[in-house]
């Protein structure tokens, strides 16, 4: 057995449903992250990670608001390559100030559907 990373290339639509996502986390316009949010995710909407859990596009949307106002200016940002086969996705990230460094960092886990939007994710805590 080898020590090599295999790699495969990451479709362009997993790295889109990635992109969305990220940007949900963002956006603080409720209308403009509810978009982000459909573009990012399918219907089985799941997240979890060992703070929060959500369930559907509209406990997304909660959880990221709730989130934005406990830490105004905050940004969510992909810190590593996003890896991905066989409907499952992963990548590392980190949240912090625009300008500062991050105050928590991370992996996500996430499970595709057959469209490639996010069926779930679950996070990871590495740093905080």
């Avoid at 086969?85 to 992963?90: C, I, L, V, Y």
Wanted: one cysteine or more; a neutral charge.
């Amino acid at each position: 057995m080898s020590d090599r990373t295999v790699t495969a290339p990451v479709p362009a639509a997993t790295e889109a449903t990635v992109a969305a996502y990220l940007e949900s986390w963002n956006e603080t316009d409720p209308a403009r992250r509810q978009a982000a949010i459909a573009r990012a995710w399918g219907p089985r909407a799941r997240y979890r990670d060992p703070l929060m859990a959500s369930d559907g596009a509209a406990g997304i949307d909660a959880m990221l608001a709730a989130v934005q106002a406990r830490f105004p200016g905050f940004v969510l940002k992909r810190i590593s390559a996003v890896d991905a086969h066989n409907g499952s996705a992963r990548f590392a990230w980190s949240l912090g100030p625009a300008a500062g460094p991050s105050v928590v960092e991370g992996v996500d886990f996430c499970s595709l559907d057959p469209a490639g939007r996010l069926e779930s994710v679950v996070g990871f805590i590495d740093k905080m």
